[in-house]
């Protein structure tokens, strides 16, 4: 899919252009952001013959390296910036290519990101604060990271149920608990390494826009709240490490207690077993052999030497 975007009575404003045919005139003319979702082979060919620039497949932009993600060249910008996306299912993050050409922003996104709709709801309400092309890739990453916030919060939120419930003896499911908390250790992991992308990426802009003082305060803005989710991760992050390290414990705890049961039910019915293994000698002579009593004897002998290891743990509290 293909959305464009241009600068319109004073904000940014879509526009309903046809992809077909050549594209000129004056409504291409004020295209200013080309919002590439997912496109088809058809549709990067359109791009690429229509403004003349190369669009990256998903493929290629997973193969880039950390020093290839973000550059400049003679007449474009090239920043490519993971996000991190939450639902449906695991968390996982997913790149996001920019690239300001010829006074052009083109991004190129797998899927529908909640921060690129966020973006939009603001430049609706708020038209001033976009201006130029270079506006749109601040203005996601600020929303990126009141994503990431929200995010953080939220899993803060959850952490706080799953502790009262570790620490809820008799109502607690510890495997269940442990898989929530593998997948928020996991989430913790996603949203420290968008951050650290997202720090990488407003550096190279700042560079970038080293002259503009308004869009040098916006990333400076944007580059304290992501030291602040930093450290807040890493708070978040620790807790989630105490409460597997605790539930760990709690799940050792229990299997500990079904080896004790079972060895003090081994060494109670050890002496019985002595007895009857006595008893039991194929011997031609035993004392006890022709005795009118000996069989009620030993059943009481056994009784009383399997009663008297389990006073004896009783005693020294070890049950």
Not at 125 to 141: A, F, H, K, T
Not at 180 to 198: F, P, S, Y
Not at 264 to 288: C, D, H, K, Q, W
């Amino acid at each position: 899919m293909i959305r464009l975007y241009g600068f319109v009575e004073g904000g940014l404003r879509a526009l309903h252009l046809g992809t077909g045919g050549e594209a000129t005139g004056p409504e291409w003319d004020a295209v200013g952001w080309i919002d590439l979702l997912d496109p088809t082979p058809e549709e990067k060919t359109w791009v690429e013959q229509t403004w003349g620039i190369e669009v990256p497949s998903r493929s290629e932009m997973r193969e880039l390296e950390a020093s290839s993600r973000c550059y400049q060249e003679q007449d474009s910008l090239h920043l490519l910036t993971a996000f991190v996306v939450t639902d449906p299912g695991p968390a996982r993050t997913v790149d996001v290519w920019f690239n300001l050409h010829h006074g052009r922003l083109f991004t190129v996104r797998p899927e529908r990101l909640s921060p690129f709709r966020l973006f939009r709801l603001r430049a609706q309400s708020q038209p001033e604060e976009v201006r130029e092309p270079i506006d749109i890739p601040l203005g996601v990453i600020e929303a990126e990271i009141d994503v990431l916030s929200d995010v953080l919060e939220a899993a803060y939120a959850r952490l706080e149920r799953v502790s009262r419930s570790v620490l809820t003896e008799g109502a607690r499911d510890l495997e269940d608990l442990l898989e929530k908390l593998a997948a928020e250790e996991d989430l913790q992991g996603k949203t420290r390494l968008v951050l650290l992308d997202l720090r990488r990426s407003l550096t190279f802009l700042m560079r970038y826009v080293v002259g503009t003082t308004p869009r040098a305060n916006v990333i400076k803005g944007a580059l304290r709240d992501i030291e602040s989710l930093t450290s807040h991760s890493g708070f978040v992050f620790e807790k989630v490490k105490f409460l597997m390290d605790a539930t760990m414990g709690f799940i050792n705890l229990e299997q500990n207690k079904i080896i004790k049961i079972f060895s003090i039910a081994a060494v109670v019915f050890l002496p019985p077993t002595l007895v009857a293994s006595i008893y039991g000698m194929n011997f031609r002579v035993l004392p006890e052999l022709a005795w009118p009593l000996g069989y009620p004897f030993a059943l009481v002998l056994m009784v009383l030497s399997g009663i008297a290891p389990y006073w004896i743990f009783k005693r020294k509290g070890w049950l």
